[in-house]
């Protein structure tokens, strides 16, 4: 009986720690899965979206913002914000100037021009300070180039069309994905406005010929012609004045020698 109560005892002492282990373990497994997910970081909150019309609106180009949130191009320039876009807005001031052109412009043409002034690619300001050359714009589109080029001069950045010339007068936003600039002209595409035609010069004036202070000169007589311009010899009258005198001076000549004559005859007969 003691041997059998020994033989209890030993086993249940070597079962004892086998079983405390297994409980130990499967109380620390149930404890991980929650501290690991206690220890994994929030997800970051998606960033907000730009609204770019009520930030041009609130920067001094609220008449462009306005036109382009009541035309199709506000949904061009909302597809192309995630992706990279560059606005050049034109001011209010610009917008004014720029109105009675904007009217005559078909549905078309208006949208046209607003998408014109978007280029669907980020460029920060210093960009567009090392950058010269032609871009594209959110209204290019196959034969249809609607692109200026981007000129820079020191600091001062310019954009050229074949029509007219913008300056970029101050800075919006410029946070990738997003940059929008200030321009103090609308920038208008050669495929809608035809240039200025360059005047023909100025007629020189003709030269008036000097009028005499008194009575007008009678114009030289005409020159003579060849019949009636005079011979190397004699005029006429003066020919037949010489010949008259001639014939005369021939006829007392003939008249002296019969006389001479006779008397040198009556003198050798004697």
């Given at each position: 009986?003691?041997?059998?109560?020994?033989?209890?005892?030993?086993?249940?002492?070597?079962?004892?720690?086998?079983?405390?282990?297994?409980?130990?373990?499967?109380?620390?497994?149930?404890?991980?899965?929650?501290?690991?997910?206690?220890?994994?970081?929030?997800?970051e909150a998606a960033a907000p979206q730009v609204s770019f019309t009520s930030v041009m609106s609130a920067h001094g180009c609220k008449i462009f913002a306005d036109i382009l949130l009541a035309s199709p191009a506000e949904k061009t320039y909302g597809d192309n914000v995630q992706g990279g876009l560059t606005i050049f807005c034109p001011t209010d001031d610009?917008?004014?100037?720029?109105?009675?052109?904007?009217?005559?412009?078909?549905?078309?043409?208006?949208?046209?021009?607003?998408?014109?002034?978007?280029?669907?690619?980020?460029?920060?300001?210093?960009?567009?300070?090392?950058?010269?050359?032609?871009?594209?714009?959110?209204?290019?589109?196959?034969?249809?180039?609607?692109?200026?080029?981007?000129?820079?001069?020191?600091?001062?950045?310019?954009?050229r069309t074949k029509i007219d010339t913008a300056k970029i007068t101050g800075t919006v936003i410029d946070k990738e994905p997003l940059a929008i600039f200030s321009i103090d002209k609308v920038l208008e595409p050669k495929e809608l406005f035809k240039g200025a035609p360059t005047?023909?010069?100025?007629?020189?004036?003709?030269?008036?010929?000097?009028?005499?202070?008194?009575?007008?000169?009678?114009?030289?007589?005409?020159?003579?012609?060849?019949?009636?311009?005079?011979?190397?010899?004699?005029?006429?009258?003066?020919?037949?004045s010489k010949a008259d005198k001639n014939g005369a001076f021939r006829y007392n000549a003939g008249a002296l020698v019969i006389p001479v004559l006779c008397i040198w005859f009556g003198h050798l007969l004697l």
């Open positions: 009986m003691a041997s059998t109560i020994a033989t209890l005892v030993i086993f249940l002492a070597v079962l004892f720690p086998y079983c405390s282990c297994e409980t130990q373990n499967t109380e620390i497994s149930k404890i991980k899965p929650s501290a690991a997910k206690s220890e994994s970081p929030a997800p610009a917008m004014k100037d720029f109105a009675p052109k904007f009217k005559n412009l078909t549905a078309d043409g208006k949208q046209s021009v607003l998408e014109y002034h978007g280029v669907p690619v980020y460029q920060s300001l210093s960009s567009l300070r090392t950058s010269n050359g032609l871009m594209n714009t959110l209204a290019t589109d196959g034969a249809n180039n609607y692109d200026f080029v981007v000129q820079n001069d020191g600091q001062d950045v310019t954009l005047p023909a010069p100025a007629p020189a004036p003709i030269a008036e010929s000097p009028k005499p202070a008194g009575k007008k000169h009678k114009s030289p007589p005409a020159p003579a012609s060849p019949a009636d311009s005079p011979t190397d010899g004699p005029t006429g009258d003066v020919a037949d």
